[in-house]
Nanobody, 120 residues
């Protein structure tokens, strides 16, 4: 099995920065894409940013220019640098990976989530 472990969430004041990390671990797998989604109370889970294995990125309009996604393919790790944070960025952030396991897939895998709270 493949597991995703997130780190880097926390409490920050508006205008501040946080960096999230997510590492995928397991055996006999590769990822075709990794990314971040978020879910605020009462809302559906929404895309924040994704990055493919070859480095193509996609961002939600609400975070463009403030957040930067990057990855280390060799380490199966994805990062999210979040700058100029706003109270509306407050949510649980979930790591996502499209996993190809022993040549089959991709299959969606999710982390347990990390809380990001931005105070005004």
């Amino acid at each position: 099995q493949v597991q995703l472990v997130e780190s880097g969430g926390g409490l920050v004041q508006a205008g501040g920065s946080l960096r999230l990390s997510c590492a995928a671990s397991g055996s006999s797998f590769i990822t075709n894409a990794m990314g971040w989604y978020r879910q605020a109370p009462g809302n559906q889970r929404e895309l924040v940013a994704t990055i493919t294995r070859i480095g193509v990125t996609n961002y939600a309009e609400s975070v463009k220019g403030r957040f930067t996604i990057s990855s280390d393919v060799a380490k199966n790790t994805v990062y999210l640098q979040m700058n100029s944070l706003k109270p509306e960025d407050t949510a649980v952030y979930y790591c996502y990976a499209g996993v190809i396991l022993r040549g089959s897939g991709p299959y969606a895998h999710w982390g347990r989530g990390t809380q990001v709270t931005v105070s005004s």
